[in-house]
């Protein structure tokens, strides 16, 4: 059955909030779905909690809340001392519900005012962004501070000198979204396009805080642990003059003193952490890291910091190329997660609601997440490193299925821009340069794929690189990954490579009072339907383990506005079906082997031969006492030039095809009959009888997956003796192909 996850009313009611700062309305507005935390958003300090867990300070303001918003002409002037015309919601994106403007602009100004604490006096003062889409002028005071250009990466300026008085400050910035229109990383937004493509989130749409550093001050650490040799590897980068200080780090395992040092800034130091317990999906145990600068035996800085002892490489094991963590494999099963929301676009409403998404992953057994072409914020990273993820960290794509030509310098700088920013978050273990040739051809022909993988490989030779999540392959980088709709596959690729399924699955299943819009594709229609593919998938993963697969990725953890293939309904309301049936398979995957005997061979490694005829024949053409005598003998598989994953052993191009053949087998035990699977191809819908009996029907289509026999058929069955069986297979559109084999799955 569907389980509930939260009984939702069928409207959220509408509030208005009036700000003190500016003394304007903001009013939360109702998207076509919306979550339950939308109702939970603080107006006067949303998101408030810390936002950079790997290098936090006690002392901060958080500027979240309600500022002046207006559309911005392309001749404006910067609006300095006047109000605009309309209020935000910051940081939700101008699209969003949330925000409380629901509508795309192209160009935006935002607008308020802060006053800096008299305790801070003597300090520089730091203006952080979490990210701003797309490109950014920050004023302070009618002063323009910078410009920076790039959608998913944190940026700072130090706005001392901008200051004045102990007054109110001014503070405006200005937005350029060009979206689909400019080239730059932009992920899955656009303002017109397919299904797979969604709502934009254009403006201030992470967390903006400001931070009192001292003259000298850590500007940024970087974290890469050394499993092999028990020790953790810091360097503590400062801003200001270095002379004279020190850095004193103290390595603290629940509370406890485990290390104490005291090395250089700007240098690598080399920490022993004895007694190393390793960071893990079943055991996401994490260190804390206390950091100081020390002058003249003060301490003048400190932060506070966390890290995860693990180790991620791809290595030989009993002839394979194995992905291996911490030295051994885990095969890798996770979902992919676009991260978006119905009611907060790429803003999660609350913390509670950016954390529930990966709780419920981990609640259906996955040990991986790909993030799919987006960069989420730090807290999300914190809360993967926490809950145990391994993470497999897209690079947010360029011409997405349209728009113009990428831009190659762009797209280079924000993706070692990603990596730099995020390169000390333990769950990350594998950088995904392209997802599907977007932007890839454009790209090419100034930087080559090779040349951005080793680029990455170089500024993070800790982490595994996987050039193209798809398509197109050059060789370079650690990965081979395949994209194979609905079964996973597993295609190999260079020799020192590693294989996974990069993505699969996507089984569209609508659950009514869920739903984005009315233009949803929809595949099953019953829950029973949408289980059974499930787990036919989940064996199909215990089986290309065996043939060298590492890992795989599940199209999607959630619907996303029209697109329906989610396990989870957009607005997070209810599963689509039992969790708990869903965690056993996955579990399954991840920790299970299934090899297989062949009781009847289909005709993937050697055509088979079979009965056929592409005409309809008499009602009774499955039976086992039909005689099919005038039937056509060819050998399969059956199928159409250019439909993928299968060979041709015989063409069929008409709209239906029959096939028919009898063989023997011996005797079987009461676990091999329970075990009897179908080894199958079949595009599109097929029936399969055992004399005459339905043994399966399958919608769809699907590359070699293994599908099991009901009872009816395993009771009808002959052993010691010839039995018949009976294929139908309809064509509905594109490629078409049909093979068919039974087999003994054994489970290790």
């Known amino acids: 059955m569907i389980k509930t996850l939260t009984r939702l009313l069928p409207f959220v009611f509408l509030f208005t909030f009036t700000s003190a700062l500016f003394g304007q309305d903001w009013t939360l507005k109702q998207a076509p779905l919306m979550t339950k935390w939308a109702a939970q958003v603080e107006p006067k300090n949303p998101l408030p909690e810390y936002p950079r867990p790997q290098?936090?300070?006690?002392?901060?303001?958080?500027?979240?809340?309600?500022?002046?918003?207006?559309?911005?002409?392309?001749?404006?002037?910067?609006?300095?001392?006047?109000?605009?015309?309309?209020?935000?919601?910051?940081?939700?994106?101008?699209?969003?519900?949330?925000?409380?403007?629901?509508?795309?602009?192209?160009?935006?100004?935002?607008?308020r005012t802060f006053t800096i604490p008299s305790k801070w006096k003597g300090q520089r003062i730091m203006l952080n962004f979490g990210a701003v889409d797309w490109e950014s002028e920050v004023f302070v005071n009618g002063k323009s501070v910078g410009v920076h250009r790039g959608g998913y990466d944190p940026f700072s300026y130090d706005i001392t000198p901008y200051l004045s008085g102990k007054g109110p400050q001014e503070l405006i910035v200005r937005v350029f979204d060009p979206s689909e229109n400019g080239g730059q990383p932009r992920g899955k937004q656009?303002?017109?396009?397919?299904?797979?493509?969604?709502?934009?989130?254009?403006?201030?749409?992470?967390?903006?805080?400001?931070?009192?550093?001292?003259?000298?001050?850590?500007?940024?650490?970087?974290?890469?642990?050394?499993?092999?040799?028990?020790?953790?590897?810091?360097?503590v980068n400062t801003m200001g003059s270095a002379n004279g200080v020190s850095v004193a780090v103290k390595v603290k395992n629940e509370g406890k003193i485990v290390k104490s040092v005291v090395g250089n800034p700007n240098t690598e130091i080399t920490i022993p952490v004895p007694d190393t317990r390793l960071w893990s999906p079943d055991d996401p145990f994490l260190y804390d890291l206390s950091v100081s600068l020390i002058q003249n035996k003060k301490t003048v800085d400190h932060i506070s910091s966390y890290f995860g002892m693990r180790k991620i490489s791809v290595g030989m094991v009993d002839g394979v190329q194995r992905i291996l963590l911490n030295n051994k494999f885990v095969f890798q099963l996770g979902a992919l997660d676009q991260g978006f929301w119905p009611d907060g676009i790429y803003t999660a409403p609350t913390d509670e609601a950016l954390r529930y998404d990966l709780e419920q992953q981990k609640a259906l057994g996955f040990n991986m997440i790909r993030k799919h072409v987006k960069v989420e914020p730090y807290r999300w990273y914190y809360w993967a490193d926490k809950l145990g993820f391994l993470v497999w960290q897209d690079m947010p794509t360029a011409q997405s299925y349209g728009g113009v030509g990428a831009d190659a310098k762009q797209y280079s700088t924000e993706l070692a821009r990603m990596v730099q920013t995020h390169w000390n978050a333990p769950s990350i273990i594998m950088w995904v340069v392209y997802n599907e040739k977007c932007g890839q051809d454009v790209i090419n022909k100034t930087i080559p794929t090779p040349v951005l993988t080793n680029m990455v490989k170089e500024l993070d030779p800790s982490?595994?690189?996987?050039?193209?999540?798809?398509?197109?392959?050059?060789?370079?980088?650690?990965?081979?990954?395949?994209?194979?709709?609905?079964?996973?596959?597993?295609?190999?690729?260079?020799?020192?490579?590693?294989?996974?399924?990069?993505?699969?699955?996507?089984?569209?299943?609508?659950?009514?009072?869920?739903?984005?819009g009315k233009d949803n594709v929809v595949e099953v229609t019953s829950e029973d339907e949408y289980i059974n593919r499930y787990e036919n998938y989940a064996n199909a993963l215990c089986y290309l383990k065996t043939k060298g697969l590492n890992g795989a990725v599940y199209t999607q953890i959630t619907d996303v506005e029209t697109e329906l293939n989610g396990i989870i309904t957009y607005d997070r309301a209810a599963f689509k079906t039992d969790i708990n049936k869903l965690r056993t398979f996955n579990l399954n995957a991840i920790n299970k082997e299934?090899?297989?005997?062949?009781?009847?061979?289909?005709?993937?490694?050697?055509?088979?031969?079979?009965?056929?005829?592409?005409?309809?024949?008499?009602a009774s053409w499955y039976k086992a006492s039909f005689n099919d005598s005038g039937w056509s003998d060819s050998k399969g598989p059956f199928a159409s030039a250019g439909t993928p994953d299968i060979?041709?052993?015989?063409?069929?191009?008409?709209?239906?095809?029959?096939?028919?053949?009898?063989?023997?087998?011996?005797?079987?035990?009461?676990?091999?009959?329970?075990?009897?699977?179908?080894?199958?191809?079949?595009?599109?819908?097929?029936?399969?009888?055992?004399?005459?009996?339905?043994?399966?029907?399958?919608?769809?289509?699907?590359?070699?997956s293994i599908v099991p026999f009901n009872e009816v058929a395993k009771k009808a069955l002959i052993l010691n003796g010839t039995n018949t069986?009976?294929?139908?297979?309809?064509?509905?559109?594109?490629?078409?192909?049909?093979?068919?084999?039974?087999?003994?799955?054994i489970i290790k």
């Open 594 to 618: 299934l090899s297989l005997e062949d009781v009847l061979p289909n005709s993937q490694n050697q055509g088979q031969s079979w009965k056929y005829v592409t005409a309809a024949p008499a």
């Open 190 to 235: 656009a303002t017109t396009g397919i299904e797979i493509m969604y709502t934009p989130s254009t403006g201030i749409w992470q967390t903006v805080w400001l931070e009192p550093v001292p003259k000298i001050s850590i500007d940024d650490i970087k974290i890469t642990p050394d499993i092999d040799n028990s020790s953790l590897k810091l360097t």
């Open 55 to 111: 290098m936090a300070r006690e002392n901060w303001m958080n500027l979240n809340g309600i500022w002046q918003f207006q559309a911005n002409g392309t001749n404006d002037g910067v609006p300095i001392g006047k109000d605009l015309s309309g209020s935000i919601l910051v940081p939700y994106p101008v699209e969003s519900a949330i925000s409380g403007v629901m509508k795309h602009h192209e160009r935006i100004w935002y607008r």
């Open 463 to 516: 982490r595994l690189v996987n050039e193209a999540s798809g398509y197109d392959w050059y060789g370079s980088g650690d990965i081979a990954d395949s994209h194979t709709y609905p079964a996973p596959k597993s295609i190999p690729g260079k020799p020192n490579q590693a294989i996974v399924s990069g993505e699969y699955g996507a089984t569209k299943y609508p659950l009514g009072g869920h739903l984005w």
């Open 725 to 745: 069986i009976a294929v139908h297979c309809h064509q509905d559109a594109g490629g078409q192909g049909i093979d068919v084999g039974i087999a003994k799955k």
């Open 647 to 704: 060979i041709i052993g015989t063409s069929w191009t008409s709209s239906d095809i029959w096939l028919r053949k009898q063989f023997s087998m011996g005797a079987l035990s009461a676990e091999d009959l329970n075990n009897l699977v179908f080894n199958l191809y079949h595009d599109d819908d097929c029936e399969i009888y055992i004399n005459g009996v339905l043994a399966a029907s399958i919608k769809g289509f699907s590359t070699y």
